[in-house]
């Protein structure tokens, strides 16, 4: 676990996407895709009708349409957000819950601490299995570390069971079952947990739900602000880095098996279309085209590469920018977005940001940005 040092808040947020687009373009030449399934854009209209008339208290539908068009959202300054000695600080609060015995902060501890000598993070997060069953969080964080590992004793069938049955409507932590059967190229293990996943009623990487327990972890720590500590949060995700090298492999290896090939290709689509986070659908996109490239249907191949043209637009437009700045100046703005992020979605949570900081710029002014 590492703390990151941006002098700029926006810069910190762009430049982790960045880092993400530019490491798995290099790795993988992944494409980029945002495609949002029907049933999806309905929850999300009805979302943001709900938000934009609550929260925002413009009664008047037609003002409401005209701070939109003019799309102006106040650009606040950005600021050094943490120095070296709050670090260690930081640092030191999280050491100071090894002992605990509150389910929570343990949590807090087992999945942020800087880690004693002679253990490991999934040593600490078994143990914490042992003590507090069923953790769907921590068993999901376990089988995530195990997804790029085929040689550690804890990593067993038995604990992909446990966290599959701890959370068995979430599709993506059948995803990260997918991975680890994949690495071990156990072919009825992979089949089985992408049946599983395909079966799954939700699909929730929980990302905000992370930065959200690192940032309350940070409470009662020296650093006082929510926002420097969702920026911390977003740091630490940053560092995350899925092993998906095994499920290319597999598929690759399958081309000519049609059971494999037909299951890589439902894989794809419902990561495409159900994953919340960009990096889920851009894996998605590449296992599609990995199929129809083998089967030389370029009608395809030409329909996903136009579906990528736009993908990712929203998170580096200039718009998103702003509103990034402006959310960090607004726990209001950055409650929502993390909310978002898990409920609709890495994209659209962009775009809301985008309409609710609009509004809250034509409401507040710049009197919104902190001194």
Same mark, same amino acid.
């Given at each position: 676990?590492?703390?990151?040092?941006?002098?700029?808040?926006?810069?910190?947020?762009?430049?982790?996407?960045?880092?993400?687009?530019?490491?798995?373009?290099?790795?993988?030449?992944?494409?980029?895709?945002?495609?949002?399934?029907?049933?999806?854009?309905?929850?999300?209209?009805?979302?943001?009708?709900?938000?934009?008339?609550?929260?925002?208290?413009?009664?008047?539908?037609?003002?409401? %349409? @005209?701070?939109?068009?003019?799309?102006? &959202?106040?650009?606040?300054?950005?600021?050094? =957000?943490?120095? $070296? +000695? !709050?670090?260690?600080?930081?640092?030191?609060?999280?050491?100071?819950?090894?002992?605990?015995?509150?389910?929570?902060?343990?949590?807090?501890?087992?999945?942020?601490?800087?880690?004693?000598?002679?253990?490991?993070?999934?040593?600490?997060?078994?143990?914490?299995?042992?003590?507090?069953?069923?953790?769907?969080?921590?068993?999901?964080?376990?089988?995530?570390?195990?997804?790029?590992?085929?040689?550690?004793?804890?990593?067993?069938?038995?604990?992909?069971?446990?966290?599959?049955?701890?959370?068995?409507?979430?599709?993506?932590?059948?995803?990260?079952?997918?991975?680890?059967?994949?690495?071990?190229? %156990? @072919?009825?293990?992979?089949?089985?947990? &992408?049946?599983?996943?395909?079966?799954?009623? =939700?699909?929730? $990487? +929980? !990302?905000?739900?992370?930065?959200?327990?690192?940032?309350?972890?940070?409470?009662?720590?020296?650093?006082?602000?929510?926002?420097?500590?969702?920026?911390?949060?977003?740091?630490?995700?940053?560092?995350?880095?899925?092993?998906?090298?095994?499920?290319?492999?597999?598929?690759?290896?399958?081309?000519?098996?049609?059971?494999?090939?037909?299951?890589?290709?439902?894989?794809?689509?419902?990561?495409?279309?159900?994953?919340?986070?960009?990096?889920?659908?851009?894996?998605?996109?590449?296992?599609?085209?990995?199929?129809?490239?083998?089967?030389?249907?370029?009608?395809?191949?030409?329909?996903?590469?136009?579906?990528?043209?736009?993908?990712?637009?929203? &998170?580096?437009?200039?718009?998103?920018?702003?509103?990034?700045?402006?959310?960090?100046?607004?726990?209001?703005?950055?409650?929502?977005?993390?909310?978002?992020?898990?409920?609709?979605?890495?994209?659209?949570?962009?775009?809301?940001?985008?309409?609710?900081?609009?509004?809250?710029?034509?409401?507040?002014?710049?009197?919104?940005?902190?001194?």
């Amino acid at each position: 676990m590492e703390l990151y040092f941006f002098k700029h808040k926006t810069h910190l947020l762009i430049l982790t996407l960045i880092i993400v687009a530019i490491v798995f373009f290099q790795n993988i030449n992944l494409p980029i895709s945002d495609p949002i399934i029907d049933t999806d854009k309905e929850s999300v209209a009805i979302l943001r009708d709900n938000i934009l008339i609550s929260e925002s208290k413009l009664s008047a539908q037609p003002l409401l %349409n @005209d701070v939109m068009a003019k799309g102006v &959202i106040i650009d606040c300054d950005s600021e050094y =957000i943490i120095d $070296e +000695k !709050r670090y260690f600080e930081v640092q030191q609060h999280f050491a100071s819950l090894a002992n605990t015995n509150l389910k929570d902060k343990k949590l807090e501890y087992v999945m942020y601490a800087k880690l004693p000598p002679d253990k490991t993070r999934l040593d600490l997060l078994i143990e914490y299995d042992r003590d507090y069953p069923n953790t769907s969080l921590a068993l999901m964080e376990a089988l995530y570390i195990c997804t790029g590992s085929n040689d550690n004793e804890n990593c067993t069938k038995q604990l992909v069971e446990s966290a599959t049955a701890s959370d068995k409507e979430n599709a993506a932590t059948w995803f990260n079952a997918v991975l680890f059967h994949a690495e071990r190229n %156990n @072919d009825s293990d992979v089949l089985n947990a &992408i049946d599983g996943m395909l079966k799954a009623s =939700i699909f929730n $990487e +929980k !990302r905000g739900e992370r930065i959200k327990l690192y940032a309350n972890a940070l409470k009662g720590s020296e650093v006082n602000d929510f926002s420097v500590r969702v920026i911390s949060g977003i740091g630490v995700e940053a560092a995350r880095s899925l092993n998906i090298s095994s499920i290319i492999r597999w598929c690759k290896n399958g081309l000519n098996e049609t059971v494999k090939s037909n299951s890589c290709l439902l894989l794809g689509n419902d990561l495409q279309n159900r994953g919340k986070e960009l990096i889920s659908q851009w894996i998605g996109i590449a296992l599609q085209k990995l199929i129809y490239k083998s089967e030389n249907n370029t009608k395809r191949l030409e329909e996903l590469e136009r579906e990528t043209e736009q993908s990712g637009a929203i &998170i580096m437009s200039n718009d998103f920018q702003k509103a990034s700045s402006l959310m960090f100046h607004d726990e209001g703005l950055l409650f929502h977005w993390l909310d978002n992020l898990d409920l609709i979605g890495e994209v659209e949570s962009a775009n809301l940001l985008i309409e609710e900081a609009t509004i809250l710029s034509h409401e507040k002014g710049p009197n919104i940005c902190k001194a």
